[in-house]
């Protein structure tokens, strides 16, 4: 039996963050539906997990002459096939 991935922080604030607007306005059941689609949206769709990716926190260096490392502790990255590739 497989883990389930491990929880991803900065996906969890994003995913609350573009639920904000609907809580208290829509009921409890269509907020857990919406936060379903967002968490999937979020962690699956190709163009989304780069967009998460990108927005994500970085190593900010202490000295100019340092050299960042970036460390992507996000989930497993998916292939993005391109029209024509095996």
Known sequence: MSQPPPKDDFLEAEVQ??????RGRVSAQELAALEEVVRDTL?????AVNLLRAARPRAV???????????D???PKPAIKRSGEK
């Open 17 to 22: 963050r573009a639920l904000a607007p609907y």
């Open 73 to 75: 502790t996000g989930p």
């Open 43 to 47: 962690a699956n769709d190709p163009v």
């Open 61 to 71: 260096p202490q000295q100019s002459d340092q050299v960042p490392v970036f460390q």
